[in-house]
């Protein structure tokens, strides 16, 4: 049986930059997932700040420029063909754009600077001590009222969790690769996803949608709309 490769994380998606935006919204038919994320954001806020985590080719904040058209957007991801596409689709936006190629795990946002945080397809590659981490610091870097959302494959039960986290690692030692980001699915259960984001911090979390094997979920600094505590 021959080997199976598995690929370092930015060179994955380097080779998939121009024709990532063709393959979600044309392949997977992801318009609806991305008008959902959008619905996500409250509407009575004028100037934004928002962090975007594995932002790709920027997908997601196409439909946030509608809403907030003077956002303050920066954009976080491994890739730099990734990036070049998302410059070149919002160049109309350079001035509100701040784009950094690097693993957001590495990167020190500073506390209470964004009023949202996002990530989209992009974290069910990670472990969850890498997640939990993560999750702490963006709970630091949102403002009081600030929210995190995020829109990412998920799995049904906690089993299927385990079986993809034992393929990864069967995949990992086949390969002999120990550190490093590389491109393998291994998607939580909403269960697991719902017990970081509460050990983050967060004290009002909240599944917005649920697909087969999509969830969006929507995580409040401080509580839900109505919590006055």
Same mark, same amino acid.
């Given at each position: 049986?021959?080997?199976?490769?598995?690929?370092?994380?930015?060179?994955?998606?380097?080779?998939?930059?121009?024709?990532?935006?063709?393959?979600?919204?044309?392949?997977?038919?992801?318009?609806?997932?991305?008008?959902?994320?959008?619905?996500?954001?409250? #509407?009575?806020?004028?100037? #934004?700040?928002?962090?975007?985590?594995?932002?790709?080719?920027?997908?997601?904040?196409?439909?946030?420029?509608?809403?907030?058209?003077?956002?303050?957007?920066?954009?976080?991801?491994?890739?730099?063909?990734?990036?070049?596409?998302?410059?070149?689709?919002?160049?109309?936006?350079?001035?509100?754009?701040?784009?950094?190629?690097?693993?957001?795990?590495?990167?020190?946002?500073?506390?209470?600077?964004?009023?949202?945080?996002?990530? @989209?397809?992009?974290?069910?590659?990670?472990?969850?001590?890498?997640?939990?981490?993560?999750?702490?610091?963006?709970? @630091?870097?949102?403002?009081?009222?600030?929210?995190?959302?995020?829109?990412?494959?998920?799995?049904? @039960?906690?089993?299927?969790?385990?079986?993809?986290?034992?393929?990864?690692?069967?995949?990992?030692?086949?390969?002999? #690769?120990?550190?490093?980001?590389?491109?393998?699915?291994?998607?939580?259960?909403?269960? @697991?996803?719902?017990?970081?984001?509460?050990?983050?911090?967060?004290?009002?979390?909240?599944?917005?949608?649920?697909?087969?094997?999509?969830?969006?979920?929507?995580?409040?600094?401080?509580?839900?709309?109505?919590?006055?505590?």
């Amino acid at each position: 049986m021959s080997e199976q490769r598995i690929e370092e994380m930015s060179d994955f998606f380097n080779k998939r930059a121009e024709t990532y935006d063709d393959h979600m919204l044309i392949e997977l038919d992801l318009n609806v997932f991305y008008d959902e994320i959008a619905k996500c954001f409250p #509407v009575d806020r004028k100037y #934004v700040k928002l962090l975007d985590l594995g932002c790709g080719t920027g997908l997601e904040i196409e439909r946030l420029f509608k809403i907030y058209p003077n956002a303050e957007v920066t954009g976080v991801d491994l890739s730099i063909e990734m990036l070049n596409v998302l410059k070149e689709k919002y160049k109309d936006k350079e001035k509100q754009i701040n784009l950094i190629c690097k693993s957001y795990f590495d990167i020190d946002f500073g506390a209470d600077t964004y009023d949202f945080a996002l990530s @989209t397809y992009s974290l069910h590659h990670f472990s969850a001590k890498l997640k939990l981490s993560l999750y702490k610091k963006i709970y @630091t870097t949102l403002k009081y009222d600030g929210i995190y959302i995020e829109g990412d494959y998920t799995v049904k @039960t906690i089993e299927e969790e385990r079986q993809y986290i034992a393929e990864n690692e069967r995949l990992r030692k086949e390969n002999s #690769v120990n550190d490093g980001f590389y491109h393998y699915d291994t998607p939580f259960a909403i269960q @697991t996803q719902i017990d970081l984001f509460k050990k983050a911090g967060f004290r009002n979390v909240e599944v917005r949608n649920q697909w087969d094997n999509t969830s969006i979920i929507v995580c409040h600094k401080v509580g839900g709309l109505n919590d006055n505590t």
